[in-house]
């Protein structure tokens, strides 16, 4: 796999090969719909295809630009297939935008609705099967290619958080240790930029623990100047695992870290989908809701309540009660001490294991997204008295709180349901880059994500 320079920046030859390839599948989208359109609509427009060619240009520039806008033409994309087309989606989306301003602005281009909306179906599917095409066949294209630069110990942690998304061209030791069978082990006895180009590196990994005098400083600026991204550990771990790891959190990586940007149109918008979706879901899941509430109460005898109020912990700190469906016994905490709840828990009722399996159980929540104590995407709400003791035992478990607590989120969906210390611990890191990189497009990943959780029951207890 070869990769060129424009501009002075190492750019994959796939990836240009992949653009090139879009955009022919543009301009023929383009050509289909206006044929289709002069077909079924305006057979006698077709004397008249003046500019045609011109028109397929500038969609196919837009379109072309608008995916790299989202990121559809870098080397990978961490999110995989489901990421991918999202961001298809959208950038078909953002160029119909575009497109449909330069006609306001412009009326001699002259693009009809009805030609770009068949433009972009057409170009969906043909580039849905293209990409398909391309993971199947050639998944490698999507691949960044990995030099590590330092220890054996954390490049072995780099090359297990790798995994299959990554290859590794090698690693440059800075010790007499031993790396990895299955890592190439390159000597550094010529210029790092010279290494790193005939290994065609996209990205240089630095896994150093004790840096003092160790960092070859002026090559890896060579090489960041010539378009290798050189990373740390803590951002190569940020973006392909989506966590901060707490072992590697520091003050300085915070400060200079980009992120933590909540502003607020992100923010109104988030709230406008939360009342959206939950007057939808209420409307639409109303009876599952009242056949649920029947069921529990049928099942406790007609004498207990089928909701379940708990203090948990939200934004900023401030508690709230989360309305849930009782799903334990009435007497699960009959001492009085917070428990976490665990696989198998004998606490659980019949009818709750179901609810909780097929997380029937936190519809109510819904009702605490519309009061705004909660959103449908962020951090899982946790009891104060859990909260408390992590709180004074990890300092940056307070930060979790800076959001909404959410009905799911980055964690839920990436790590399996907790009930231990540890696992709160390796949640946080999920939640401290869900915070981090809050968007609006992350939401909708999450959301989407949701869906096969629970339709598969992962992470249920």
Known sequence: MHSVRIFRHYMRVPLILLAG????????????????????????????????????????????????????????????????????????????????????????????????????????????????????????????????????????????????????????????????????????????????????????????????????????????????????QQSFFERELGVLKLELLTPSWLIHSDGFEHGLMTMLIKRFFDVLISLIFITLLWPIMLLTAAIIFIESGFRHSVLYRQLRVGENGEPFEVIKFRSMRIDAEADGRARWAVTNDPRITRVGRFIRKTRIDELPQIFNVLKGEMSFVGPRPERPEFVADLTRKYEHYATRHRLKPGLTGWAQISYPYGSTEEDALRKLEYDLYYIKNHSIFLDLLILVETVEVVLFGKGAV
């Open 21 to 232: 390839i879009e955009a022919i599948i543009f301009v023929v989208a383009f050509q289909l719909s206006v044929h289709l359109r002069w077909w079924f609509i305006d057979i006698e427009s077709a004397s008249e295809p003046t500019g045609l060619f011109i028109y397929s240009i500038v969609i196919s520039l837009v379109f072309v630009l608008t995916m790299g806008a989202t990121g559809l033409y870098e080397a990978s994309l961490r999110e995989g297939l489901t990421g991918s087309l999202i961001r298809i989606t959208l950038s078909l989306l953002l160029g119909s935008l575009v497109l449909a301003a330069l006609s306001f602005f412009f009326p001699l281009l002259g693009l009809w609705r009805s030609i770009l909306f068949f433009t972009v179906i057409f170009s969906f599917v043909l580039v849905v099967i293209l990409r398909l095409t391309f993971f199947y066949f050639n998944p490698s294209i999507f691949k960044r290619r990995i030099l590590v630069f330092g220890d054996s110990q954390l490049a072995n942690q780099v090359m297990i958080a790798s995994q299959k998304r990554l290859d590794i061209v090698g690693f440059i030791p800075i010790s007499e240790q031993r790396v990895n069978n299955q890592i190439k082990v390159i000597e550094h006895n010529k210029p790092l930029i010279q290494i790193a180009i005939e290994a065609q590196a996209d990205e240089i990994v630095l896994a150093i623990e004790d840096r003092r005098g160790k960092l070859p400083i002026e090559e890896l600026l060579e090489c960041r100047m010539s378009g290798i991204q050189v990373l740390e």
